[in-house]
Each structure stands twice: as structure tokens, then as C-alpha cells.
């Protein structure tokens, strides 16, 4: 889910209580994908989940991010 998605459906990062990220070749983009989560919430953290797969549905396609967003939380 990406930030423009939570925008579209009328939430906030705040609102967002879970992720879950996958990503291909784990050890070299857990660093990167994880700075970049952290930089998007802030001080907010949901509960997160990673893990390595060896690929993903498209081709070249790195990491696949996916939320639960509870829109009866405050903005």
C-alpha cells in the first residue's frame, strides 16, 4: 500500500496498525526498504512483518509493502 493509497481512501499513516513487507534478495534491500519505513512513519509504528522470498509476481519487482489501516482510529 503505498502513501497515495492510504491518501485515497481518506486515512493517515497514523491509522495504519499493521504492514507487512516482502521483498526479494532480503539481505541486500532489508536496509534500505527498512530506513524507508521508518522515515514514512516516524514515530508512529505499526506493527510490522518482513521476509525474503526468492521472487515476486512481476518481474523486476523488489518489494511488495501491504497494510491494515483501521479508519475509526484519529487521523
Not at 481512501?9 to 507487512?20: D, M, N, S, Y
Not at 501491504?66 to 475509526?72: K, N, Q, R, S
Request: net charge negative; glycine share 10%; hydrophobic share 40%.
Amino acid at each position: 500500500m503505498s502513501p497515495d493509497e492510504i491518501r485515497r481512501i481518506g486515512a493517515t499513516r497514523r491509522q495504519v496498525i499493521e504492514t507487512r513487507v516482502i521483498m526479494t534478495d532480503f539481505r541486500e534491500n532489508f536496509g534500505p526498504v527498512g530506513a524507508a519505513h521508518s522515515a514514512y512513519f516516524g514515530d508512529h509504528r505499526p506493527t510490522s512483518t518482513t521476509f525474503g522470498v526468492t521472487e515476486l509476481a512481476l518481474p523486476g519487482q523488489l518489494v511488495e509493502i501491504g497494510a491494515i489501516v483501521l479508519l475509526d482510529l484519529p487521523r
